[in-house]
């Protein structure tokens, strides 16, 4: 009976939903509390007892840390079809990187892209995961900040991506684990970075009879072509939540730019169901933090004002 669901992103697969739910927490809470709400912020806080908001973790990590499951290696074992879906996506990404704000990540991009353009056939990236766009992000600065390109974790975190949008024993894993914690009366499903897409598509599922009052997307790649295309029904406004709201800060290379998003949803928002889409998050240096973007009061105002 879970009031509160949150999903998480990538590369967690050395992690729990136990440790991670304790993790997040504090984070959740202070975001309420950081917007103006401290009663309820003490109260998820206190989600361990009956009488307070429970929130509960939908852990899928483990999947990709089982062994023979190919998303514990990197994307030299994706498959021909695979592969080309992670060079979209990485382009995807250097794209993103052109618009940073830091010269260094978007000069570096502009050049990588430049190069991929100049050298079509190697911008597959089908004869070496170290070739094309899958190999170019190692050399953009934000991915070593983000720690997503350290020791060769960015090709391992293109994998899991990819193997969620490709895998359908992945993909309904994952799926399973948010459908076990959602209830009547869960209200709000938070989702960080591939966990938005999860969440997202869970509430795709949701039944007429079963309304969400909050999706809340943190760092969220929906709206990227690259994910887009692979999702099981086209990108809409899930017709089952009242409330969505998108987080992204600009400097997040991983997330869609808002207008991608925009254009994709805003077709088929009922009008009574509001959709705030916020690219102004301010998350410092390190822009895809899943804890940074919890603590902002864009992040707990809305989840108050669900609450209440």
Same mark, same amino acid.
Request: charged content about 25%.
């Given at each position: 009976m879970a009031t509160i669901v949150l999903v998480h992103g990538i590369g967690q697969e050395?992690?729990?939903?136990?440790? %991670? *739910?304790?993790?997040? #927490?504090?984070?959740?809470?202070? +975001?309420?509390?950081?917007?103006g709400h401290p009663d309820l912020a003490d109260a998820i806080r206190a989600s361990?007892?009956?009488?307070?908001?429970?929130?509960?973790?939908?852990?899928?990590?483990t999947r990709f840390l089982a062994q023979g499951q190919q998303g514990t290696a990197n994307?030299?074992?994706?498959?021909?079809?695979?592969?080309?879906?992670?060079?979209?996506?990485?382009?995807?990404?250097?794209?993103?990187?052109?618009?940073?704000?830091?010269?260094?990540?978007?000069?570096?991009?502009? %050049? *990588?892209?430049?190069? #991929?353009?100049?050298?079509?056939? +190697?911008?597959q990236g089908l004869r070496s995961a170290t070739r094309g766009a899958v190999g170019a992000l190692d050399r953009i600065p934000w991915f070593t900040t983000a720690g997503l390109a350290a020791t060769g974790k960015l090709n391992k975190t293109l994998a899991q991506v990819v193997h969620y949008l490709t895998n359908p024993d992945i993909h309904e894993y994952a799926l399973t684990q948010v459908r076990q914690h959602l209830t009547a009366a869960t209200q709000v499903v938070i989702g960080h970075?591939?966990?938005?897409v999860i969440a997202y598509e869970a509430a795709r599922e949701l039944t007429p009879d079963r309304i969400l009052p909050l999706l809340l997307t943190l760092g969220s790649p929906l709206g990227l072509s690259a994910v887009n295309r692979q999702l099981r029904h086209p990108l809409t406004y899930p017709a089952q939540v009242a409330r969505w709201v998108n987080l992204s800060d600009c400097n997040d290379i991983v997330a869609a730019r808002s207008h991608q998003l925009h254009a994709a949803v805003a077709p088929t928002r009922p009008e009574t169901a509001p959709f705030d889409n916020i690219h102004t998050i301010d998350n410092g240096a390190r822009p895809h933090n899943a804890r940074f973007y919890l603590t902002k009061p864009s992040c707990g105002q809305p989840i108050a004002e669900t609450l209440h």
């Open positions: 050395q992690r729990s939903a136990d440790s %991670l *739910e304790a993790e997040w #927490l504090p984070d959740l809470a202070g +975001g309420v509390r950081n917007a361990t007892h009956t009488s307070h908001p429970s929130v509960r973790m939908a852990f899928y990590g994307s030299a074992n994706l498959t021909p079809e695979q592969r080309e879906l992670a060079e979209e996506l990485a382009r995807d990404w250097l794209n993103n990187a052109t618009e940073s704000t830091d010269p260094r990540d978007a000069t570096e991009a502009c %050049l *990588e892209l430049h190069a #991929l353009t100049r050298d079509p056939s +190697g911008a970075s591939l966990g938005s």
